[in-house]
Nanobody, 125 residues
Framework: QVQLVESGGGLVQAGGSLRLSCAAS????????MGWFRQAPGKEREFVAA????????YYTDSVKGRFTISRDNAKNTMYLQMNSLKPEDTAVYYC??????????????????WGQGTQVTVSS
């Protein structure tokens, strides 16, 4: 099992930026697709972005395309989510996750097996 710890959340005004980090320990980091999910109050958890084990392929939900950028540094066992042009509807708890299977692309939550504790992002209007 890989352990994941998110950081970087906070309160920001609409139009502002935040960068989330996800530090991984335990299993080999560089053989798993990693992803970001979010859950707003009263809503189901939703996929935000994912990145393949090499970082060569990235995937985004439509609502964040052009505003969010996912990246990873395998030498540091860390994944990032750069969030620009934030909107109030981006307010949620953000979770990082590692895929269940090695060398496999994943973009739905049932295909992720390790989760962080979450970090709150609040965007004020």
């Amino acid at each position: 099992q890989v352990q994941l710890v998110e950081s970087g959340g906070g309160l920001v005004q609409a139009g502002g930026s935040l960068r989330l980090s996800c530090a991984a320990s335990g299993r080999s980091f560089n053989i798993y697709t990693m992803g970001w999910f979010r859950q707003a109050p009263g809503k189901e958890r939703e996929f935000v972005a994912a990145i393949s084990w090499t970082g060569g392929n990235t995937y985004y939900t439509d609502s964040v395309k052009g505003r969010f950028t996912i990246s990873r540094d395998n030498a540091k066992n860390t994944m990032y989510l750069q969030m620009n042009s934030l909107k109030p509807e981006d307010t949620a708890v953000y979770y990082c996750a590692a895929a269940r299977k090695v060398f496999t692309i994943a973009t739905t939550d049932e295909n992720f097996g390790s989760w962080g504790q979450g970090t709150q992002v609040t965007v004020s209007s």
